[in-house]
């Protein structure tokens, strides 16, 4: 079974995704993508969420 964790990032710096990239995958998850939550008034994103996946076992439970 497929499952998802969305971890959002309030401050979108390269840094930051960087990390939390470098954190998730390390633990076993797969990136899937990565979207970004705009703000009108400026160029720069207002945070972003990023999507990752993990295949379980039938009766594994959720990590």
Known sequence: MLIYKVVEIGTVT?????EV??????KGWHFDCLQFAMRES???PAMAFALFTRETSPGEEKP
């Open 14 to 18: 390269e840094d930051m995704i960087e």
């Open 21 to 26: 990239l470098n954190r998730w995958s390390s």
């Open 42 to 44: 400026s160029k720069r």
